[in-house]
């Protein structure tokens, strides 16, 4: 979903120990202290010098930048998940929001030249991107092409700052199956093509400025199914490596679930430090045999 769709703003106020700390806010000249593990929770008046800096400033309530309904080309860049360097063997496609199988797409499959994907859209195009191998084929037992097909979603605001002169290009990975497989080895997950319940899902957190956010938590939930029996949550650590045991973004930003089965699911995230959402709740496709990356900003 390029651009994420947000399925309802949810309550500001919920977030891990929100109400303890607004309760101690209004006991405050009692000597109120946070209690029961949420001591390392922000005062009220950290939470607000927090949110004049620039990278939470556009949390308050500030407009976002706004869409022109013009044509603009939109850019990303498409590298190599196991050695970084820009792909040329894929093409990537537009999808709308509602088409989860992208029966009608918006922009058909463009070639990505040189690591940078190019798709001319309107700057309000709500949907999703699809980039796939150039000799992909998609059939009733599975996939041929030596990357893991990929749906990658972007925020309205990361969608209008890839645009323009001075556009941020955001860079997506793709992998083989096998360099899934290593990755995932390190929280004793593997990756099975073909099997039923073989989604991955990860998500970046960004922050205003479309830096990467540490202390965001994020949430994944179904209607139906969501996962089969052998699912990992996990965030990265600070060298985009998976780390058990971690509970919340790294510098990286990134947080991954694998297992999961074709739907739609719903994504939440919340900062930790200002004790609010980091975005509203977005809905994402997931597929058999492919990784949903989803990039999510304010």
Partial sequence: MATLQGTGRRDATRGRGVGLSGLCALAALSGCQMIGGFDDLPLPSETTRLLNTPQWACLTGSDPPQPTRNVVEFR???????????????KVRACNQLDTNCTAPAVDYTPVVDGVATVSLRDDFRGYFEIVSNDFVQAVEGQTGPYVPEIVAFSQRELLRGVGPDAVRRRTLMFTPAEVNALLAAVGGTYTLDARSNGVLIATALDC??????????????????????????????????????????????????????????????????????????????????????????
């Fill in 76 to 90: 990303f860049e498409v590298v190599s998940g196991g050695s970084r360097q820009p792909l040329s063997d894929v």
């Fill in 209 to 298: 400025l479309s830096q990467p956010a540490p202390g965001v938590t994020f949430g994944v939930a179904s209607s139906g199914e969501l996962a089969g029996p052998d699912s990992i949550t996990f965030y990265n650590d600070a060298r985009q490596i998976p780390a058990p045991g971690q509970t919340e973004t790294s510098d990286v930003g990134t947080f991954a679930q694998t297992g999961l089965f074709p739907g739609l699911v719903t994504l939440s995230s919340d900062v930790n430090a200002l004790g609010r959402p980091l975005s509203d709740d977005v809905s994402i496709v997931l597929r058999d045999n492919w990784a949903t990356s989803v990039y999510v900003s304010p």
